[in-house]
């Protein structure tokens, strides 16, 4: 019993008064909770909502808030990763992709120590999906437009993957510093609107269209740290 309320407490959070000189209490999470906060939403959409409640919101918090909790954060809970590596995705490219391949290897490495056997975090492994088409795609969708703000394409050249943006199957390649969409024509496909880097195109289905992604785009992260891979 000992184990699992250490084990709970770990997981959630976890209240230490050190023996400081100054006496203070140091504060440690095992998960960014409250960072799924810039997870979530975008700094526009945050200062939106901070506005309609009467709040002001300054970009400056967002980097503060970061490196505040990630100096507290124990990564007890593998989700933790995501999080980090979402809010991370503009602001530290290269941590961003160290955690995102840390969270991708979880399960695989059994980085707990013994719950892989348990069964397989089905909620990591969906989340480094979502950290895949929002985080590093950056994929946002605004006045009927599907926006993409791909970063790390470096890392992710030759990506292939199939979405749905309202009712429509798509498929998205990313390769050569060159995002390519394609609106599908089965299912109930029709023309969507699609943005890149300020550049908006109506695209048919049955046909394609292929943004040149700015020199910015292009971030060489440092040798991932799970696993000495780059």
């Not at 892989?116 to 088409?133: F, N, P, R, S």
């Not at 985080?135 to 599907?146: N, P, Q, R, W």
């Not at 798509?170 to 394609?182: A, D, P, Q, R, Y």
């Not at 609106?183 to 969507?192: A, D, K, S, V, W």
Request: charged residues 20%; proline residues 4%; negative net charge.
């Amino acid at each position: 019993m000992i184990g699992l309320a250490f084990v709970a407490l770990a997981m959630f959070c976890l209240y230490v008064t050190g023996p400081s000189s100054s006496g203070s209490i140091w504060f440690a999470r095992g998960r960014a909770d409250a960072l799924m906060l810039f997870y979530l939403f975008s700094s526009e959409v945050l200062a939106t909502l901070f506005d309609r409640l009467g709040y002001e919101f300054e970009y400056e918090t967002i980097p503060k808030n970061i490196e505040y909790y990630l100096k507290r954060t124990s990564h007890g809970s593998t989700l933790s990763y995501i999080v980090h590596a979402g809010v991370d995705a503009d602001l530290e490219p290269r941590s961003s992709w160290d955690m995102f391949i840390e969270a991708l290897e979880s399960d695989v490495g059994d980085i707990q120590g013994g719950t892989t056997k348990e069964g397989i975090h089905m909620g990591v492994m969906a989340g480094t999906l979502d950290l895949i088409q929002r985080g590093y795609l950056g994929t946002e969708i605004s006045e009927d437009v599907l926006y993409f703000k791909p970063k790390l394409i470096d890392k992710l050249d030759g990506l292939f993957m199939p979405m749905q943006f309202r009712e429509t199957s798509i498929e998205v390649k990313l390769e050569g510093g060159k995002l390519t969409v394609s609106p599908q024509t089965y299912g109930l496909g029709r023309t969507i609107k699609v943005g890149v880097n300020g550049e908006v195109r109506e695209i048919p289905v049955g046909e394609s269209y292929t943004f040149t992604l700015p020199p910015s785009s292009q971030v060489e992260p440092q040798s991932v740290a799970a696993g000495g891979q780059s």
